[in-house]
């Protein structure tokens, strides 16, 4: 069996920086270090920082007075800011500069006088602290059909931003459904888009081309790899998320002769790494990575882990 890897893959900047805050704080301060929500949306990972000595908390209240705490790359609301200030509580913001990028757009638009929207999933952890962080009221739209429904004059001044881990491809048939709706209308530059999302959307494109399975190594809640497993059912190729090699059906592999073999943004290539273990068992595989965007951003840490 062939197996095809796309390129890239796996780890972003933005995760890549998260967990290194909290690696380097339990270094630095020794265990345990809070960490407010998953650090990324990947178990694996989550599993590892606890044998390392984090703690993961869902609310401020759990972290005792004066512990280290981390806040997780999707971002907060300015009243967790607020929260963890009052207390006094020494926070390591892991929020991913991305994101940070759109609260700052979103803080622009606003208070410039326009309605802000934003695009993107509720409930989402990234959602939610956009939404949070922008100091009045925000609109969320899902689908073209949200914006047909938004009740705003046409002739309003409005603005929108998007969720980072939604790509351009994603958000275009609703920005064009918004750019219609609206005379007065602003948004980001479509290269303000995250690079990432975008970069491992293309290449399962390019993988869905000369495979007949995809496999997405993966979180159930992680928002990019389930829409990578999307895009692979959306051109026609069988397509799974698999949290690791554990997690591999057997029937999924009757008469494919390539696989491909992707990663969301949040998940390790340790996991890609046992998945490619888990189909070796089944039979002999020939690996090799299919051409594609290199990258290399690298986002810094914050001043106080890298001082002395």
């Not at 971002?75 to 700052?104: M, Q």
């Not at 979103?106 to 409930?123: D, P, T």
């Not at 969320?140 to 046409?154: H, T």
Request: aromatic share 4%; glycine share 8%.
């Amino acid at each position: 069996m062939e197996v095809f890897l796309a390129q890239p893959r796996g780890f972003c900047a933005g995760v890549v920086r998260a967990i290194e805050i909290v690696e380097r704080a339990l270094e630095k301060y020794g265990p345990p270090v809070y960490v407010r929500h998953e650090i990324v949306h990947n178990k694996h990972v989550v599993e590892s920082l606890k044998k390392k000595g984090a703690i993961f908390v869902e609310d401020l209240s759990e972290v005792p007075a004066k512990a280290v705490t981390v806040f997780s790359a999707h971002g907060v609301a300015r009243s967790v800011e607020e929260e963890a200030e009052a207390r006094d509580l020494p926070v390591l913001n892991a929020t991913c500069p991305l994101v940070t990028k759109v609260h700052n757009q979103g803080k622009r638009y606003i208070s410039k006088g326009r309605a802000l929207i934003l695009i993107g999933h509720a409930g989402h952890p990234e959602v939610e602290g956009t939404m949070g962080q922008v100091p009045g009221p925000v609109l969320l739209v899902q689908s073209v059909q949200d914006v047909a429904e938004l009740r705003l004059p046409s002739d309003a001044p409005v603005a929108y931003i998007t969720q980072t881990t939604l790509s351009v491809d994603d958000t275009r048939d609703i920005i064009a459904a918004l750019q219609a709706k609206f005379t007065d209308i602003q948004g980001p530059d479509i290269r303000d888009i995250c690079y990432a999302t975008q970069n491992r959307q293309s290449a399962v494109r390019d993988l869905s081309k000369l495979v007949d399975v995809i496999l997405v190594v993966g979180a159930a809640n992680s928002s990019n790899s389930n829409r990578l497993r999307e895009i692979g059912t959306e051109v026609g190729v069988a397509s799974y998320l698999i949290a690791d090699g554990s997690a591999l059906n057997p029937d999924w592999l009757k008469d494919a002769k390539a696989v491909g073999i992707t990663a969301g943004a949040s998940a390790p290539e340790v996991l890609v790494d046992d998945v490619i273990e888990a189909l070796r068992r089944i039979g002999p595989v020939s690996v090799s990575v299919v051409p594609g965007r290199e990258e290399n951003i690298e986002f810094q840490l914050p001043a106080e882990l890298t001082a002395g």
